[in-house]
């Protein structure tokens, strides 16, 4: 069966630091990957998705970019985090072939101090 | 654009009441659609998938009905209970898009 690691689960960083947040998917090839941002009221804000190696398509500028350095690994980073960057960060998959359901990692809070 | 709606924001009910989550979009070119539940701090778990050429689907207490033309879902439980309670979300993927658009979500709190 499929599965989707995320880690860390939280994480108090002061600002300016670098972030580096990791996902992996279990059992499946070619997944679909996004990263997702969630703030208190304003819902989930797709931030990356990636449809294969090397292929990320961002959906807001912002302070963060995204990898996809293997097939299953989508990683989160920032060089320098802002106060604004808190939040809590959802890691997803779904099928690559055709697009189905769609599963979520537990996720990452972040606090920016 | 499409733009994902839930109604309503929050929703407090007694245990074993039946009940309806709303879920509406604005462009009917779908896909699917997903209902998701979130605990606090959690990630998302899924709870059911509706492809653009089914009416509804059924796991359990719970079943998800889909009018595209419309461009509304629903969410019915069935006798609600304590362990229901938490944040349920709808969101649809666009037709020729991989991109999941969400609802801001419904707060459900079933009282014992």
């Known amino acids: 069966s499929q599965t989707i690691h995320q880690w860390p689960a939280t994480l108090v960083q002061p600002v300016g630091s670098p972030l580096s947040l990791e996902c992996t998917v279990e059992g499946t090839s070619n997944p679909n990957l996004y990263w997702y941002r969630q703030a208190a009221g304003r819902g989930l804000q797709l931030l990356f998705y990636s449809v294969g190696i090397g292929q990320i398509s961002s959906e807001v500028p912002q302070n963060l970019s995204a990898s996809r350095p293997q097939d299953r690994q989508f990683i989160l980073s920032s060089k320098k985090l802002l106060l604004s960057d808190s939040g809590f960060y959802l890691c997803a998959w779904s099928g690559g072939l055709t697009v189905t359901e769609a599963f979520f990692g537990q996720g990452t809070r972040l606090t920016v101090v | ?112």
């Open chain 2, 1 to 112: 654009k499409q733009e994902v709606t839930q109604i309503p924001a929050a929703l407090s009910v007694p245990e074993g009441e039946n009940l309806v989550l709303n879920c509406s979009f604005t462009d009917s070119a779908i896909y699917n659609l997903q209902w998701f539940r979130q605990d606090p701090g959690k990630g998302l778990t899924s709870l059911l998938l509706i492809q653009s050429s089914q009416r509804e689907q059924t796991s359990g207490r719970l079943n998800a009905s889909l009018d595209k033309s419309s461009g509304r879902s629903t969410l019915y439980i069935a006798a609600s209970q304590p362990g229901d309670s938490a944040t349920y979300l709808c969101a649809v993927i666009q037709g020729g898009s991989e991109k999941l658009v969400f609802g801001k979500g419904t707060k459900l709190t079933v009282n014992p």
